[in-house]
């Protein structure tokens, strides 16, 4: 949409320690004369002041794209830009399993696979919530059965075995629930695993990221009150969280609230960015990044 262009990464941490930083990216000229596009990953209103700076600079600068997750349509930075002819304000929310789930049943019964809600999660599951990884796999499983809307065929556990791929998800959710439950001797057991197994220390991030990203989803909807427990069996019996994964959540959510959720998720990009940027000292990187966030959820 916005074209090539030279792409300028900021963080919200750092415009909230110096506002003024994203109005001087977007007047600055790029070394070789090229467009720039300024992309902003904060949380919440880190990047308020620093977007109040950009908009009384009297020069028109490049174009911004700010993500801020956890922000809503109350958010002061959402309240700035709405009503700005300049700005464009969206609300994305990410599907949650049971919705995923749904369709996913949905696209197999088209093809004549016939697949129970269990299965459809373990589908949804498996391909991180993605509708057209998870068609591919429908596609897959269609084929070994010889399935058709002519000639429908149950799928079994047995089935999904034998065809789909394994999650590297799977793999790497004991580690990550033992940096985000607290458990800190686990870790080096688990890292040792994750080495041995060829996992990628990035891949294991973005999955740190995607639980978290689910953490701040169910604090959002948990709100105010104070029972967790009784809170997670509801969003359990909604299918809104697979069964297996709500006692390792109902641990992890009585950890992370709050400010403290804000910078589990702060902390996660800025890991990322780390190893992204220093593939070559990556695994120590790594291991002191889990052992900080682990000892955090500990206290």
């Not at 688990?190 to 080495?195: A, I, K, T, V």
Request: proline content about 4%.
């Amino acid at each position: 949409m916005l074209g090539e262009a030279e792409k300028v990464d900021l963080g919200g941490a750092e415009l909230k320690r110096d506002p003024v930083r994203l109005a001087d990216e977007a007047r600055s000229v790029s070394l070789f004369g090229d467009r720039r596009i300024i992309h902003v990953r904060a949380t919440g209103d880190d990047a308020h002041d620093a977007v109040e700076t950009l908009l009384q600079s009297p020069v028109d600068g490049w174009p911004v794209l700010i993500v801020a997750s956890s922000a809503t349509d109350k958010s002061r930075i959402a309240k700035l830009l709405e009503s700005r002819a300049d700005a464009l304000v969206g609300m994305f929310h990410p599907p949650d399993l049971k919705s995923v789930a749904s369709a996913i049943r949905s696209s197999a019964d088209a093809m004549g696979v016939r697949m129970t809600d269990e299965l459809s999660e373990r589908v949804a599951r498996a391909t991180a919530l993605d509708t057209r990884m998870a068609r591919s796999e429908l596609e897959k499983i269609a084929l070994y059965l010889d399935a058709s809307p002519q000639a429908p065929r149950t799928a079994t556990a047995a089935d999904l075995d034998d065809v789909c791929a394994v999650s590297e998800d799977d793999g790497m959710m004991p580690l990550v629930n033992a940096v985000l439950g607290g458990e800190v001797r686990r870790i080096p057991a688990e890292l040792s695993r994750m080495r041995e197994q060829g996992m990628n220390p990035v891949g294991l991030v973005l999955a740190l990221e995607r639980r978290a990203g689910q953490l701040v989803q169910l604090a959002g909807r948990l709100g105010e009150r104070g029972d967790v427990n009784a809170f997670m069996q509801q969003e359990s019996d909604a299918r809104r969280v697979f069964f297996r994964d709500r006692a390792d959540l109902t641990q992890q959510l009585k950890r992370w609230r709050g400010p403290r959720l804000v910078r589990l998720c702060e902390r996660l990009v800025l890991l990322h960015r780390t190893l992204i940027a220093d593939n070559r000292n990556g695994d120590l990187a790594l291991a002191q990044g889990l052992a900080e966030i682990a000892r955090a959820a500990a206290r």
